[in-house]
Every structure is written in structure tokens, then in C-alpha cells.
């Protein structure tokens, strides 16, 4: 009998922990990944020619950027990668891939997703204009081509990566003018029992509060941004404070992002069943506790579909595997502990119950947004027109409202309108935010080359 | 078209690379083997692109292929994301899209 085809989509740390446990077994899997290196979102590597050392780029996760670094090299040669590749369709055990223009298709006997997640963003005045990017971006900048965003940087959100992300651009000597917090002080300190279940990530957190007081950067906690200014370019932007007063900061760039939202559009295209998860307030594709989706054969790992962070991926990736291969009716390899993996996470998993309280989703800011605010960068669509499709139309859900309105019709397919979109379309219709459901993905989850040539295998 | 005045971004290390040139719009721009085609118009100007709806520039907004906010093209008429594609010498790009591929 032939070995069976295992597919992982996504390098980062879940699915590099993913194909180790699956190579351990003896298998061959094929590794597919849009980015040129392996690494994920947060161990993203810099290109070729570039210096700087991991502490420099990593910070405290420098050694877990390196055993996940070397973790992959370690698998070259044994697993078939595939890097700048785009996994586009996912259906009927085929997965759809655009490598270098051209159109691969390939049969699979089980897939792990481990596909990451990108910044959840809400939409404010001025959040197109030149000089705006998403926290992720912000990062990214420095990372991977060692630039800030602008020379004087508005970091706007709220979460862990808000705090983080200004440190580090105050590590590299770049100016932050303030970091904005949507999020209420006491609402961490309601937080801290939860989150006392990771007292290590606890004080890595005070660790980047302080770097930001010691070099004299504002942190404001509990505001409300009214608009960023600026014609051609960011010039600076408004905010209401916790006691009500309206405040201008200059800045030429501004950072803003609140926490994640899951790339879940190849589960949804696999017809994996989703749940409204009350925690990070969107729909997750639904999994038991080892990774398995409701459909046979498709399995899922890492911030795609937990949202709990980087150290949780990797425990996912391995337990993903490890469903693999007892439903395949393989032995797991030696060292893989299930029932600990599974403890750890749920320790995580708590965690990130405290992270949600501690900075939650301001469904109330998006709920007020004046309807001349662009919701939909892609298609230039208001808040007015979607609360008009609320009402006049009766949209009753995000798909009705797309149909009507091209809301999440983009070409980015709803990554960064949905879940403010659903917010204003229930809040108008005066109903809970999963009343308003979610848009359903199509293929390909991303626009693919304009000429694509197709390869039959 | 690369508006506003002065350069978006800033760099902050990594400056000991080759050097590569490319057209921006006709404009010999000068970059850092290893940038991005966002980064090598970005440490420039202030825009990539204009909306197609009226509302002004664009500049990218995510830096990790998912917004698609930051497309250009080749004088060829080729389609680019630019916060994912590196430089290449020679390369020319237009910030506009191009109505109808060039052939020949
Ligand atoms: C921009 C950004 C920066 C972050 N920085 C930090 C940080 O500094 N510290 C921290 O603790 N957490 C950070 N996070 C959170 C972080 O994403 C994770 O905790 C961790 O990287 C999750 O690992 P993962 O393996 O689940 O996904 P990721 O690391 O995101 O890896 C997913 C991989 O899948 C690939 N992929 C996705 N879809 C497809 C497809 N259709 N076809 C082909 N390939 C695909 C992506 O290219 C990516 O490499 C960041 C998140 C983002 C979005
Ligand atoms: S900046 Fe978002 S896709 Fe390039």
C-alpha cells in the first residue's frame, strides 16, 4: 500500500510542529506556505543579506524562534516543501495550489490547516489615509525590512501585540508618540486571576509597560479614537479620553490592530461546521480537543483556529499530528504525550479567557461609528450604506448584507471588514453580533495571478 | 504620483546591502537588495496606488499579503502585490493599472 498523502498548509509554528510529529512517524507530509521562508507570522523570518541577530529581532522568544527555525531545517529533504505556494481551494479531499503561476492539484488523504491569522481590525475615520497600518504590518516593517511605519508612530488597540509592538519599535530607536488603549484599566485587573495561570507571559507583559513608561511613552487606556487626519498622508489623529476629553496627537504613521482574527477560509471551504466563539467574539471552525474538524479527514492547529497564542500553536500542531496518524491507524511516535499536550492547552486556553477580559473587543465604539466611516477599504463602503442595508433591505445576515451592499465582495474577501460589518449590521438591527452570522469564503481564499496555467498531475 | 512630501517609512538598520535600481513611474528609485517593492516606494513617497474609488492614495495596510491593498503594476501590465514581492534589478513598475496588457 502506498504511504497516504498528508498535506500541512502554513510553516509556522504549528505546522512545523505538525509535519516534525508526522516525519517522526515516518511519513513524507507536503509543506505548503505563501511566504518564501518557513517561521509564521511570529518567528517570520528576514530575508537573505540581512543581519540582525534572533534577540534583536525575537526579543525574549529568541530562543523559541530558534528551536522552531531548527525544527524545519531539521525536516528538509524529509518532507516535500512548498514555499510561496497559495493553498486557494479546498474540497472533496483535493487541495488547490498556485505555485509560481502555475495550478496544482492535489489529492490528499488528510490535511492539517494550520494557517495563522492576520490583525482584527475596526474601522475609523481616516483608517485609509496613507501612513495607517495594521498592528501586524507595523511589526512586519521592522521584522523583515528593519523600517518603521513613519517617523513619529500613534500605536491604536488593543491586546498584547499592541504593547508589544511599541516596545519593540522603542527597542529599535524608533519614536512612539503614545500607545492608545480602547480597553478600560480595571478591566485587567478583573483579568488577573485567569490570567494567572501564565505567570511567565504575566511578567514578560509588565516587562514591555515598563520599557514604554522608562522612555517616556503615554499609554492611555479606556479611549475611544474619533478620527486619523491627514489628505495624502497621516498628520495625526483624535481620540476621547477616559474622562471624556477630546485630545489631538501628532504623528505622521499610526499602528492599530485588536488582537487576531483566525484565517479559517479553507476550513469553511472544506465545509468544516463553525461556532460563534464568545472569547474572541467571531466564528472558529469547530474541533475536538485533539484538532479535528467535523469534516473526515481535515484537521486544524495553531492560531487559526484557537487564537491562543504561539506557544499554544505548537502544542496544537503536535496533537493535530497525532490525530493524523491514529486515524490512519499508524503507531505516534515516541515523546508525544497526548494527555499533557492536552492540559497545557487548556492552561492556555485559560489565558486566553483572561487575555479577552483584560483587552476586549469594543463592539460599542463600532456600534457608534458615523456613517460616512469607510467600513470596507476595498470597495469604499460606509457604515450608512450597511446600516441602510440593515434596515431599508432587511438584510438579516452578512451574506444578505454583501449581496446588497459588496460589502466583503473585495478582493480582501471580508479579512478586514467582517467582523466590524457584522457588528454594525446587528447593533442596527438591534441584535447580537452572531445574530449577524459570517460571510461564507469562496475560492480563492486570495486573488490568484491573472494568467494561471494548469497543471495536470 | 508617489505623493505627499518625503518618504513614508524610515529605515532604522540593515543598511549595509547592495544596492538595486528600479522605475517607479518612469522614476529611477534606489533600493536595499532584500526590500520589498512596497518598501523601495514607501522610503520614497507616500503612495502606492489610488483608490479606484475616488477616496485618494493608497498605501498598503497589512504587509502580509491579506488586504491586497498595495497592488501595482509592471509596464508589461502585470499584476504585483508589493509588500510581498522583493526588488529586482530593472524591474519597472507603474502605480497605475496598466487598461490593456502590451504585447510584443
Ligand atoms: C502580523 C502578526 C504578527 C504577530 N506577532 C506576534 C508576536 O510578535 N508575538 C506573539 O506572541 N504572537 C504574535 N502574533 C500571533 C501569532 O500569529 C501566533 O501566535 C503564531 O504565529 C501562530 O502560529 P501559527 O502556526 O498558528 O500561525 P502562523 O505563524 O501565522 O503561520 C501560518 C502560516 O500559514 C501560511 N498560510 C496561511 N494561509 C495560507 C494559504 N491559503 N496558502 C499557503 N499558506 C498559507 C502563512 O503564510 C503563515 O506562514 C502575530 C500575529 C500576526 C498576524
Ligand atoms: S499590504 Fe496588505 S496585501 Fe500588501
Redesign the interface.
Known amino acids: 500500500m502506498a504511504a497516504p498523502r498528508v498535506i500541512v498548509v502554513g510553516a509556522g509554528p504549528a505546522g512545523t510542529r505538525a509535519a516534525e510529529v508526522l516525519v517522526a512517524a515516518g511519513l513524507r507530509p507536503v509543506v505548503i506556505d505563501?511566504a518564501a521562508d518557513n517561521g509564521g507570522?511570529i518567528y517570520r523570518r528576514?530575508?537573505?543579506?540581512?543581519?540582525?541577530r534572533a534577540e534583536e529581532l525575537y526579543g525574549t522568544e529568541a530562543g523559541r524562534a530558534r528551536a522552531v527555525h531548527g525544527a524545519f531545517s531539521a525536516l528538509r529533504g524529509r518532507i516535500e516543501h512548498w514555499p510561496q505556494s497559495l493553498a486557494w481551494q479546498l474540497r472533496d479531499g483535493t487541495l488547490q495550489v498556485e505555485r509560481g503561476g502555475r495550478a496544482h492539484r492535489l489529492d490528499f488523504d488528510r490535511i492539517i490547516l494550520a494557517t495563522g491569522a492576520?490583525?482584527r481590525l475596526l474601522p475609523i475615520p481616516g483608517w485609509?489615509?496613507?501612513?495607517?497600518?495594521?498592528l501586524?504590518?507595523a511589526q512586519?516593517?521592522?521584522k523583515?525590512?528593519?523600517?518603521?511605519?513613519?517617523?513619529r508612530v500613534i500605536f491604536l488597540g488593543s491586546g498584547p501585540l499592541l504593547y508589544l509592538v511599541a516596545a519593540q519599535y522603542v527597542k529599535?530607536?524608533?519614536q512612539v508618540a503614545a500607545v492608545l488603549d480602547t480597553a478600560p484599566a480595571a478591566a485587567r485587573r478583573a483579568a488577573l486571576p485567569l490570567m494567572a495561570v501564565r505567570p511567565s507571559l504575566l511578567i514578560k507583559g509588565a516587562a514591555l509597560l515598563w520599557r514604554l513608561k522608562r522612555a517616556g511613552v503615554p499609554v492611555h487606556h479606556g479611549v475611544a479614537p474619533l478620527r486619523i487626519e491627514g489628505?495624502?498622508?497621516v498628520s495625526g489623529l483624535v481620540f476621547r479620553d477616559a474622562a471624556g476629553r477630546e485630545q489631538r496627537l501628532e504623528g505622521?504613521?499610526v499602528g492599530m490592530g485588536w488582537h487576531l482574527r483566525a484565517?479559517s477560509q479553507l476550513a469553511d471551504l472544506a465545509g468544516c461546521t463553525f461556532a460563534f466563539d464568545e472569547v474572541s467574539r467571531q466564528w472558529l471552525p469547530r474541533i475536538d480537543a485533539d484538532g479535528r474538524s467535523s469534516v473526515d479527514g481535515v484537521y486544524l492547529a495553531g492560531d487559526g483556529v484557537r487564537l491562543a497564542g504561539a506557544d499554544a500553536a505548537e502544542l496544537g500542531g503536535k496533537l493535530a499530528a497525532r490525530a493524523v496518524l491514529q486515524d490512519l491507524g499508524l503507531p505516534p511516535p515516541a515523546g508525544i504525550d497526548a494527555e499533557q499536550l492536552r492540559r497545557s492547552l487548556a492552561r492556555m486556553e485559560r489565558f486566553r479567557q483572561g487575555l479577552a477580559v483584560a483587552f476586549p473587543w469594543p463592539g460599542d465604539i463600532i456600534a457608534k461609528l458615523s456613517d460616512d466611516t469607510?467600513v470596507c477599504?476595498?470597495?469604499?463602503i460606509t457604515a450608512g450604506t450597511l446600516r441602510r442595508s440593515a434596515t431599508a433591505l432587511e438584510a438579516p445576515e452578512m451574506n444578505r448584507a454583501k449581496a446588497f451592499t459588496r460589502v466583503g465582495m473585495?478582493?480582501?474577501q471580508g479579512?478586514?471588514c467582517g467582523i466590524a460589518g457584522a457588528e454594525i449590521l446587528a447593533a442596527a438591527r438591534g441584535e447580537p453580533m452572531q445574530a449577524a452570522g459570517r460571510i461564507r469564503s469562496a475560492a480563492p481564499v486570495?486573488?490568484l495571478?491573472?494568467a494561471i496555467e494548469v497543471e495536470t498531475p | 504620483m508617489m505623493?505627499?512630501a518625503g518618504p513614508?517609512?524610515?529605515?532604522?538598520?540593515?543598511l549595509?546591502?547592495?544596492s538595486v535600481t528600479l522605475a517607479v513611474d518612469g522614476q529611477v528609485v534606489t533600493a536595499l537588495?532584500?526590500?520589498?517593492v512596497l518598501?523601495a516606494v514607501l522610503?520614497h513617497g507616500?503612495?502606492?496606488r489610488q483608490?479606484e474609488?475616488?477616496?485618494?492614495?493608497?498605501?498598503?495596510?497589512?504587509?502580509?499579503?491579506?488586504?491586497?491593498?498595495c497592488w501595482v503594476w509592471t509596464e508589461q501590465g502585470?499584476?504585483l502585490r508589493a509588500c510581498?514581492t522583493?526588488v529586482t534589478a530593472g524591474l519597472r513598475i507603474v502605480t497605475r493599472e496598466v487598461p490593456w496588457p502590451r504585447l510584443g
Not at chain 1, 477599504?377 to 469604499?380: F, I, T
Not at chain 2, 474609488?53 to 491593498?69: E, I, K, N, S, T
Open positions: 505563501e507570522q528576514q530575508p537573505a543579506g540581512f543581519r540582525r492576520t490583525d485609509t489615509v496613507p501612513g495607517t497600518f495594521s501586524g504590518a512586519i516593517a521592522l523583515a525590512q528593519a523600517c518603521a511605519i513613519g517617523r529599535a530607536g524608533a489628505d495624502s498622508r505622521d504613521a484565517e469607510l477599504r476595498c470597495e469604499a473585495g478582493r480582501c479579512r478586514f486570495k486573488p495571478a491573472v | 505623493g505627499g513614508l517609512l524610515q529605515r532604522l538598520d540593515e549595509v546591502r547592495p537588495e532584500g526590500d520589498t518598501t522610503l507616500a503612495a502606492l483608490s474609488f475616488g477616496d485618494g492614495p493608497r498605501a498598503g495596510f497589512c504587509l502580509m499579503g491579506a488586504c491586497q491593498d502585470t499584476r510581498s522583493p
